[in-house]
């Protein structure tokens, strides 16, 4: 029984190996492509109003984005990616509050307009 149970372990952690598991954590990707991506994502974000409609989300991006740039500097590509990568979700997340943040807003408006309409039921 001992020796099933240690030939089954055996065989999981070598088919886990040679499915390229690898490491514990995964591989941050290009450095470069993904400061690009996080860079457009911020002026996309930027361009939508996120400077003022998400800025904590915004100032996270851009501390992000300026760790990734330092870090592809110091030839350190594996955080410059997770740095690029992390500005690029904030970036997003940003540009997400923005849209909520009009919506809302029409959603107000709708609503504003929607009760300034003359009630039904009470004609003479």
Excluded at 7 to 36: N, Q, T, Y
Excluded at 62 to 85: G, I, S, V
Aim: net charge positive; with cysteine; proline share 2%.
């Amino acid at each position: 029984m001992r020796s099933m149970r240690m030939f089954a372990l055996v065989l999981v952690v070598s088919g886990c190996a040679s499915a390229g598991g690898g490491g514990i954590f995964p591989e941050a990707g290009d450095a470069g492509a993904a400061i690009s991506n996080a860079d457009r994502l911020i002026g996309q974000a930027q361009q939508a109003g996120a400077d003022s409609l998400a800025a904590e989300a915004m100032t996270s991006a851009r501390q992000h984005l300026a760790e990734a740039r330092a870090q592809q500097q110091n030839r350190d590509d594996e955080r410059a990616a997770m740095h690029a990568r992390m500005a690029a979700a904030d970036a997003s997340y940003a540009r997400a509050a923005v849209n909520r943040a009009l919506a809302d807003r029409r959603k107000a408006a709708a609503q504003t307009a929607l009760n300034a309409l003359p009630r039904g039921g009470t004609q003479e």
